[in-house]
C-alpha cells in the first residue's frame, strides 16, 4: 500500500465544483486586486479567529514582517524567536533589520518553553515571536504575562495553526497581532501563495493594511515606505470556499492523530504531547526517534511518506552563519532536528491507510 506523507486530492475534490464556478465568475468580473472577495475573507477570517480585523497579505513571511514594521521594530531591536522553527519566523526579524534571538523549546510539545524566555531579554528586546508549530499553541498565558512584564509585543506565527484553540480562544488571537501562511501546504491554504495578520489593534490593521499596497491609504497618496504584499482577490475566493471547510478539515486530523497517539505502542517512537489547554489541529504530526534515519528509511520502502521538519536548525544554516551560534549550543532544536519525523496526515486518510501506517510503525 502507499501512503504519501500529505495528499490533497480528497479536499480538492470536495471542493472542485464550487472552486471552478468561482473561477468563472471572477474570471469574468475581471476584478484580480482588492475586491469584493478580499474584503469578505478580510471579514470572515477575522471573525473565525475572533479577531477584530483582518488584513490579507501577500504570503506568511510578509505577515510577520509586516506587524514588526508596523510596530516600528528594526535596526538595533532584538525579537526573540523559538530556535525550533520554520526559518521564515527569524527570518521576518532580520527583513526589518531586527536580531532574532533562539529560546529553546519544550522537548514533547515543540513549541518554545516559556521559562527560558527572560534569560535572553535584553533592554534591545522589543518582541516575542510565539510560533504554534505543528498546530498546537504556545503556553500564551505564560508568554503574555513575561511579555507585560518587560513591555514586549507579542506575535503569534500561526502559520500552522488556522483553527487551533488554547484555552478555547482560537489562534490568531491571543497576542498583541498574528501572522498567517496560506502557502498550499497549510491547514487553510490557497491556490498559490497568500497570508493575513490578525489584531485587534485598530490603528495597526490599517498601518498594515497600507503598509502592503506601496504604503498608501489611498490611491498615489503615501505616508509609508510601504512594500507591495497583497492577497490576490482570486486567491480571497477561494479561500473564502475553503474556510467555510477548515473546521471539518481539521476536525478529521484530529480523529486520525487520536488514533495515532492511541494505537502507536512502540517504544522507540516517542509521540507527540498535547497540552491540555490546547486543541491541536495537526498540521503536522510529528514523532522523535532515536534511529530516526532508519525508520525513514523503513516507512519509505514500505510505501509510507514522511517528511522532517526541520532537517537543520535555523542558527546552523548558512544564512545565519553571522550570528555565530555554535553547534550544540541550542541541544534541544539540534535533538529535534536528528530525530523528528513527520508522518503521513492529511483530511481524507481511509481508515485502512491509518492502520497501514500504526501497524507498519509498530512492527518497526
Ligand atoms: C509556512 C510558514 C511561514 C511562512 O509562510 P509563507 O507563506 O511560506 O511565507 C512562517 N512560519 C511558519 C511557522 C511556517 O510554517
Not at 62 to 87: H, Q, R, W
Not at 189 to 212: C, E, F, N, P, R
Not at 252 to 267: F, V, W
Amino acid at each position: 500500500m502507499n501512503v504519501p506523507w500529505v495528499s490533497f486530492a480528497p479536499m480538492q475534490k470536495e471542493i472542485k465544483d464550487q472552486v471552478i464556478k468561482k473561477f468563472e465568475q471572477m474570471y469574468e468580473a475581471s476584478t484580480y486586486i482588492q475586491g469584493e472577495e478580499y474584503r469578505k475573507f478580510n471579514e470572515k477570517f477575522a471573525k473565525y479567529c475572533g479577531a477584530k480585523y483582518c488584513v490579507g497579505v501577500g504570503n506568511g513571511l510578509d505577515a510577520l514582517m509586516l506587524i514588526l514594521k508596523a510596530y516600528g521594530i528594526g535596526e538595533g531591536d532584538e525579537v526573540i524567536v523559538p530556535s525550533n522553527t520554520f526559518i521564515a519566523t527569524a527570518l521576518a526579524a532580520t527583513y526589518v533589520g531586527a536580531k532574532p534571538v533562539f529560546v529553546e523549546p519544550i522537548l514533547e510539545e515543540y513549541n518554545i518553553d516559556p521559562a527560558r524566555i527572560e534569560e535572553k531579554i535584553t533592554s534591545r528586546t522589543k518582541a516575542i515571536i510565539a510560533v504554534h508549530l505543528y498546530g498546537q499553541c504556545c503556553d500564551m498565558d505564560s508568554i503574555n504575562t513575561i511579555a507585560k512584564k518587560y513591555n514586549l509585543k507579542v506575535i503569534e506565527d500561526a502559520a500552522q495553526a488556522h483553527g487551533a484553540l488554547y484555552k478555547g480562544k482560537k489562534a490568531g488571537s491571543l497576542g498583541d497581532a498574528a501572522g498567517f501562511s496560506m502557502y498550499p501546504g497549510k491547514n487553510l491554504g490557497a491556490l498559490g501563495d497568500g497570508g493575513a495578520v490578525t489584531t485587534d489593534d485598530k490603528d495597526l490593521a490599517i498601518k498594515i493594511a497600507a503598509l502592503s499596497c506601496y504604503g498608501s491609504d489611498y490611491k498615489y497618496h503615501h505616508i509609508y515606505k510601504g512594500n507591495n504584499s497583497r492577497l490576490d482577490e482570486i486567491q480571497c475566493g477561494f479561500l473564502n470556499i475553503k474556510l467555510d471547510c477548515l473546521d471539518k478539515w481539521n476536525k478529521e486530523r484530529n480523529r486520525i492523530a487520536q488514533r495515532y497517539l492511541n494505537e502507536i505502542k512502540n517504544p522507540k517512537i516517542k509521540l507527540p504531547v498535547v497540552n491540555k489547554n490546547n486543541y491541536h489541529i495537526w498540521h503536522v504530526f510529528a514523532v522523535r526517534c532515536d534511529e530516526r534515519d532508519a525508520l525513514e528509511k523503513y516507512l519509505n520502502d514500505r510505501g509510507i511518506g514522511t517528511n522532517k521538519h526541520y532537517p537543520t536548525p535555523m542558527h546552523l544554516q548558512g544564512a545565519y552563519a553571522d550570528l555565530n551560534i555554535p553547534k550544540g549550543a541550542l541541544p534541544l532544536a539540534e535533538e529535534i532536528s536528528s530525530t523528528e519525523l513527520s508522518i503521513p496526515m492529511y483530511y481524507g486518510m481511509t481508515d485502512e491507510e491509518i492502520e497501514y501506517v500504526i501497524g507498519t510503525i509498530n512492527r518497526f
